[in-house]
């Protein structure tokens, strides 16, 4: 089967329309249409019922979904094989949001370097949306995220449960009241009654990444929701303290990786290796 014909099918799959599919991809809609044709002839079966909404798949395609899912996944595998350094056996993809990167995933790698030397790392940050495409389309073996959208052959499994806790400068005599830094911790925060303009008024102060916010706070003052485990040394330190009363919530984050992935030792090394650096931490 021909990788362009896989590709432009899970495309349409994922959009749900041969248009969006053909912007998506870069080509033009007729390029799409032949290519699902020539597939729909070499299958011996429809694979789409077109009408004015855009495109659903027939019993047949919903069947061909995850045979086309792991032949990308597998081409794109082969890719990265074909690439391995010297002195390696063998490559594993991973990505993740930004905020997880330190510490989380900072001690992931230094785990691998020191636990699975012979595995090449491909390191990638990026925002849900794309690590997800990224994941669907085989560039990654895994992606690490806060709030993953589920995804036809792929598992996902909780790696870490943190808090996000208030926390403040410390109040010292004659301090004007301290102004609440608002971090976007994402969709999850805010279902679970995120604090935020209900509580504190309209921020001075928003951002989308909670390093950014947690410096800005030790430096020029503020109050904030942060993760325990990163605001634990500074309230050591006597630099930040705990909001008493305040309420906290979960932030659960999640590795997201193919079905596939449990024939895959490499891989199943990596994600051994995301649970011990939790529970090390």
Excluded: C
């Excluded at 063998?90 to 989380?104: D, F, I, K, Q």
């Excluded at 997201?256 to 490499?266: F, W």
């Amino acid at each position: 089967m021909d990788i362009d014909r896989a590709r432009t099918f899970l495309e349409i799959v994922h959009t749900g329309s041969f248009l969006k599919a053909a912007d998506r991809l870069h080509v033009t809609q007729t390029t799409v249409s032949a290519r699902i044709r020539t597939l729909e002839e070499g299958l011996g079966r429809q694979l789409f019922v077109r009408n004015r909404n855009g495109a659903t798949l027939t019993p047949a395609g919903r069947e061909f979904e995850r045979f086309a899912q792991s032949f990308v996944q597998i081409w794109e595998r082969a890719r990265q094989q074909l690439t391995i350094p010297p002195g390696r056996s063998s490559v594993v993809a991973l990505g993740g949001e930004l905020s997880l990167w330190n510490p989380l995933l900072l001690d992931w790698l230094v785990w691998m370097k020191r636990e699975q030397p012979k595995i090449a790392i491909h390191a990638h940050v990026g925002v849900p949306d794309q690590l997800l495409e990224q994941l669907r389309t085989g560039v990654l073996d895994v992606a690490v995220l806060y709030a993953p959208k589920l995804l036809p052959g792929f598992k996902v499994e909780l790696i870490e449960e943190e808090q996000l806790v208030l926390v403040r400068t410390p109040a010292r005599n004659g301090d004007e009241p301290l102004d609440y830094v608002h971090v976007d911790w994402g969709p999850l925060f805010a279902a679970q009654g995120g604090f935020g303009q209900a509580a504190f008024g309209e921020p001075g102060l928003m951002v989308g990444l909670g390093p950014l916010g947690l410096s800005y706070i030790l430096r020029s003052g503020g109050m904030g929701y942060f993760r325990r485990g990163v605001a634990a040394p500074h309230i050591e330190a006597g630099e930040l303290e705990l909001v008493e009363g305040a309420p906290e919530f979960t932030y659960p984050a999640y590795a997201v990786y193919p079905e596939s992935a449990e024939a895959r030792g490499d891989l199943q090394e990596a994600l051994r290796g995301l649970k011990e650096v939790v529970v090390a931490g």
